[in-house]
């Protein structure tokens, strides 16, 4: 499958603006797999900010807003 880079920036929440692995959606999963975290889109803007992308973090906010 080719990577639709231009729709995924389109729909990338990621505030980290020298990233470069904006829009390359599984370069990214990748990468934060490997750090046992989750990518930005995972998250609401104000955590996302935090750039706390834990597996924990991403369960209390789940469980939290239930």
Do not use: Q
């Not at 990233?19 to 889109?41: D, I, T």
């Amino acid at each position: 499958m080719e990577c639709n880079m231009s729709r995924n920036l389109k729909n990338c929440t990621c505030t980290y603006s020298s990233c470069e692995r904006k829009g390359l959606c599984c370069e990214c999963v990748e990468y934060h797999r490997r750090s046992s975290e989750l990518p930005a889109c995972f998250f609401p803007p104000g955590i996302e900010r935090t750039y706390d992308r834990t597996y924990r973090r991403f369960a209390e906010y789940v469980l939290k807003n239930k």
